[in-house]
């Protein structure tokens, strides 16, 4: 049984104990704050290996929350679920370009939330895809060679022009994990890079026609962006 520890930053008493006693059950440590200032000193104090953060929080919301954690070299590595009410889209993507790693909304199931911890908190120990010293990436019978800037599925190479190489090692990289337009620029092509985040919508459509029936595997995450799927 996994012994992480998790922080649950809501002001609803009724959501912290469903939370709370589904993440107990699993074996995790629980550690618990109602308010962003709360959130912020246990963080510092007891570095969790987690957070569920609550946006709408009363002072410092949510998302000062996660901007000042993430700001802080003690605490910037905690990964952060975000909790979110319908509506929110503007506050989910704001919460991911400044670094929080996934979200779900209100209402939501126990255990979708535990689900997505357990997934987070996997990648987190390196125990997802083979990946060897050499920069190969194995995602079931697909195989992306970083070095070589090759991709292969069943044995058969797939012509992948340089931007959809890269956006899919991005993805692959952090599998699972949603990301907007803006960050997957950024990150294939740098902050300078003198085009529209929809360009990335572009490569996109080109990649999943070359990957045809692996192109399930890029997910759109509506409003957001996309993310790599843990499986087909």
Known sequence: MPRETILI??????????????????????????????????????LPDLIVLDLMLPGIDGLEVTRYLKKNDQTA?????????????????????LGANDYISKPFSPRELVARIRAI?????????????????????????????????QG????????????????????????????????????NYAVTERSIDVIIVGLRKKLKSHAGLIETVRGVGYRFKESL
């Open 9 to 46: 930053v809501d002001d609803e008493e009724d959501i912290i104990e469903l939370i709370k006693y589904n993440l107990k059950t699993e074996g995790y440590v629980i550690l618990t704050a109602g308010t962003g200032e709360q959130a912020i000193k246990t963080a510092k104090q007891s």
């Open 77 to 97: 590595g905690i990964p952060i679920v975000m909790v979110t009410a319908k509506g929110e889209e503007s506050d989910v993507v704001t919460g991911l370009e």
């Open 121 to 153: 908190l996997r990648r987190r120990r390196k125990t997802g895809d083979k990946e060897t010293a050499s920069g190969i990436r194995q995602v079931g019978d697909m195989v992306i060679d970083q070095a070589r800037h090759v991709v292969t599925i």
């Open 156 to 191: 058969e190479p797939v012509d992948l022009t340089l931007s959809e190489f890269e956006l899919l090692s991005f993805l692959a990289d952090k599998k699972g994990w949603v990301f907007t337009r803006g960050q997957i620029m950024d990150a294939i092509h740098g902050e």
